[in-house]
């Protein structure tokens, strides 16, 4: 069964694309495989990701097992994990006694923060 964190959220060595020995696959390299995050421009190009090496983990640890392609598994994990935020949303509204019907959801950035995606 396919299932996203929360052990993964500041774990060390982190992610297999970050280069630092991680050896399971993350939304980040999910992330990584799929385009979001561009591996030549992390962080203003600070940081240069494998991509490669998030494509292995994913493959051995996420596809193989259950028999589908590379992409595909990269997308199973970032689907997972986008329907898991978008529930706690919605609960953490209807907990505060909103309707959620009456919102609409704006993601953005932190003020100063590059928001550049090539």
């Known amino acids: 069964m396919l299932y ?10 982190g992610p297999a694309c970050y280069g630092k020995g991680g050896q399971m696959p ?12 561009p591996a ?6 600070t940081i240069r990701l494998d991509k490669g090496v998030a494509e292995k983990v994913i493959e051995a640890k ?19 994990v986008e329907d898991n935020m978008s529930n706690e949303i919605f609960l953490v509204a209807v907990r505060k006694g909103l309707d959620p019907r009456n919102f609409s ?14």
């Open 4 to 13: 996203v964190g929360p052990e993964s959220a500041g774990a060390d060595p």
């Open 26 to 37: 993350t939304v980040t390299d999910a992330d990584v495989v799929l385009g979001y995050i």
């Open 40 to 45: 030549d421009y992390f962080l203003g190009g």
């Open 62 to 80: 996420v596809a193989r097992p259950l028999g589908i392609a590379t992409v595909e598994a990269a997308h199973a994990i970032a689907s997972l």
């Open 105 to 118: 959801l704006v993601v953005g950035a932190e003020p100063g923060r590059s928001t550049h995606w090539r």
